[in-house]
């Protein structure tokens, strides 16, 4: 009987401890689970939240009103724009703050702008409350194809003790990392509504978009754009004032700044009325200073060296008259780039993504090159002749034409030259095209006389001149030597249109080939001949120039392939990678840009590299910009460029970018990786 009577006993002790632990574990769940019931329509569930699992009486903590809308549905903000009613909630019993609102999204209602919160939002104000039993009262409007006023009561209990981070805490801290911080920039308002807004870090190489919410309804036309405009140091928003805008105080809400990478920045901003700052031009002096080194560079290019060549064989023909074919040769250079910046301000007016080589983007402008470069290589290779006669050197007309001639290099060289982009003509020509018309000429302009600067030097020295050998054989042996290396860049041009038109355009462009190689051969084959020959030999080389002239216009460029080796960049892959935190590497390039050619095969595609690319975890993003892609275009001009190549190394964990030099080694590259 001691012993049944013992285990009884036993068995009661067992069953209160089991009981024990099991409320134990159920206070310690909900304790970990402070969320009121919720309170559901088809359109959304709110429910009442709390950040810690207990609450010391006196004490300040936070509660929040969360809200989860189906599809399609939104809420709005404290200043819902030109529709709509914000949320509101009400704590009983208890002191407490204004709700603490997140940054908004804009969201247009058919003709009008609101702001509003899609998905998810967290609404949360601080409490102040003498016990754990917190109520609430809400509304909110839930807006798709029509609007629904809801609302709803709640009550949560915390027990009173030491608080501790509940399982809803991480709700508030993805609210506060969406909240918009204090500005680190100055900012005013004019009288007509610009905003200005200054800050060191602000440039056109890190600002692309910027929009501002107004605190207050009926400050700004909130349906209206906010045209942007950024410089060095800064940029303005033409905001449109609305009947609420008062030119006597501050203007406060939250500007949104977006990156070239795609990452969003928001702020608060609090910008009392004032004149529009100073505006930090850069100094037209340092530009053109820029725009001549880098036409000077130019000339050490690799599409410059068979203009090179032919350059060389005119100074040793007419040794004694340099000066003359100096003048010739640089005219031809300075009408060629004001004809470039001319057509390039015309593209641009008219709407075109147009930027320096612009023109190497139309497969037909690239195959006519490739056969005026071959027609070029037939002259010096002796099929024809055009121009002086490289070893009669004393006759008016020879030099009339060896003049010309030299023009002819001059516009020739400016041509050939435009896929290539040296050191300091980014800074240039971006600065160019951003200033007045006659600014962006003149920095063109100025290109030309540096191209053309080591030319007129060498003809103006006569201790150099005399250095070169008397005309001669030698000549004649020269001249058609140098007529490979335009054969070599017409080879060439025929990959690029290759790559913009694809195996039509190539089948075009060596049909070309034949039918200006034909004319070549029937004009030469009939020069020295009688008058009437002659014209029969000239009148058949215009026939199949003309020809030629019909394959042409039918050249057309074919839809771009797979990038052909690392990942296609798209700035929404790229914001994706940043916002990943993984480290990126931009190579924006084109199919004609030799000085892309050249780094990528010296610089990028190498062991060392590639290996630098996978133990770091870098992606690669590779722009094709043969074809002027209107996306890669933008972010070339977001980084204050209008030409390729371009390289930028985005560091992991949204590092500070760096741009790269236009001629790129491998020891550059593997310095910027290694240093991330």
């Known amino acids: 009987m001691t012993a049944v009577t013992a285990n009884g006993d036993g068995m009661k002790r067992l069953l209160r401890a089991v009981l024990g632990l099991l409320l134990a574990t159920l206070a310690a769940g909900s304790a970990h689970a402070l969320e009121s019931a919720p309170v559901s329509s088809k359109r959304a569930v709110a429910t009442l939240v709390t950040e810690t699992n207990a609450m010391e009486p006196g004490k300040p903590f936070r509660v929040g009103l969360r809200l989860r809308m189906a599809d399609g549905w939104h809420t709005y ?55 754990g039993t917190i109520k609430a009262h809400a509304q909110w409007l839930v807006c798709k194809d029509i609007c629904v006023p809801e609302e709803g009561d709640f009550s949560v209990t ?89 030119r006597t105080k501050a203007l406060t809400g939250v500007l949104s700044v977006r990156d070239r990478t795609g990452m969003e920045t928001d702020v608060v901003v609090d910008a009392p009325p004032g004149p529009p ?22 000339n050490l290019m690799p599409c410059v060296f068979p203009i090179l060549a032919m350059k060389a064989v005119s100074l040793a023909a007419h040794a004694g008259r340099g000066r003359g074919h100096a003048v010739a040769y640089t005219a031809g250079v300075l009408v060629t780039f004001t004809a470039l910046a001319t057509g390039l301000l015309a ?50 007309l020879a030099e009339r034409h060896g003049t010309a001639g030299s023009f002819f290099t001059g516009l020739l060289a400016v041509l050939v030259a435009t896929p290539c982009t040296a050191p300091f003509m980014g800074v240039a020509v971006a600065a160019g095209l951003a200033a007045p ?27 150099l001149v005399r250095l070169i050998p008397r005309p001669g054989r030698w000549m004649e042996i020269l001249k058609q030597a140098l007529a490979f290396p335009m054969y070599g860049a017409a080879a060439w041009l025929v990959w690029v249109v290759s790559q913009e038109a694809g195996s039509a355009g190539v089948l ?30 000239q009148a058949l080389a215009l026939v199949a120039v003309l020809a030629a002239g019909a394959v042409l216009s039918g050249i057309a460029s074919e839809p771009p392939g797979a990038t052909a080796s690392g990942e296609a960049y798209s700035p929404e892959r790229l914001a994706a990678l940043r916002a990943a935190g993984k480290p990126v590497f931009v190579n924006m390039t084109a199919a004609w840009c030799v000085t892309c050619l050249v780094n990528e095969r010296v610089a990028i595609s190498t062991d060392a590299v590639h290996a630098a690319f996978s133990s770091g975890g870098v992606a690669y993003l590779k ?54």
């Open 623 to 676: 722009g094709d910009w043969t074809r002027q892609d209107p996306a890669i275009t933008a972010f070339l001009r977001q980084n204050g460029r209008d030409g390729v190549p371009l390289y930028i190394f985005f560091p992991g964990h949204n590092g500070r970018p760096e741009v790269l030099p236009q001629i790129l080694t491998e020891g550059e590259v593997l310095r910027v990786l290694h240093e991330s």
């Open 277 to 298: 700052p100073p505006e930090a031009v850069p100094p037209l002096t340092q530009i053109l200073v820029f725009a001549f080194l880098g036409g000077l560079i130019l």
């Open 437 to 463: 018309p006659v600014v962006t000429v003149l920095v063109f302009a100025m290109m030309g006389l540096g191209m053309s600067a080591p030319y007129i030097a060498f003809a103006s020295m006569p201790a």
């Open 347 to 396: 593209a641009r007016a008219a709407g075109s993504a147009a930027g320096w080589g612009f023109q190497f983007s139309s497969p037909v402008f690239v195959a006519a090159m490739t056969w005026l470069l071959f027609a070029v290589g037939l002259n010096l290779s002796g099929v024809f002749q055009i121009g002086a006669s490289l070893s009669g050197a004393g006759s008016g």
């Open 158 to 246: 915390l027990p009173v003790g030491t608080p501790i981070l509940s399982a809803q805490a991480g709700l508030f801290a993805a609210h506060d990392r969406s909240v918009p911080r204090p500005s680190p920039w100055s900012a005013r308002v004019s009288p007509d509504g610009t905003l200005f807004v200054q800050g060191p870090e602000l440039t056109p190489a890190t600002v692309t978009d910027a929009w501002f919410i107004p605190d207050q309804p009926e400050w700004i036309q909130d349906d209206a754009a906010q045209p942007l405009s950024v410089r060095m140091g800064g940029f303005t928003l033409a905001l449109k004032p609305a009947k609420g805008f008062d």
């Open 77 to 131: 903000w404290k200043n819902p724009g030109d529709a709509g009613v914000p949320p509101d909630l009400t704590i009983q019993g208890a002191t407490q703050t204004p709700i603490d609102w997140p940054t908004p999204r804009r969201v247009a209602e058919g003709s009008v702008m609101t702001y509003a919160y899609l998905g998810e939002v967290l609404l949360p104000v601080t409490v102040t409350a003498q016990n």
């Open 508 to 537: 075009a462009t060596a049909a070309g080939l034949v039918l200006v190689g034909f004319a070549g051969w029937v004009f030469g084959a009939t020069q020295a001949a009688s008058v009437q020959p002659r014209r029969f030999g």
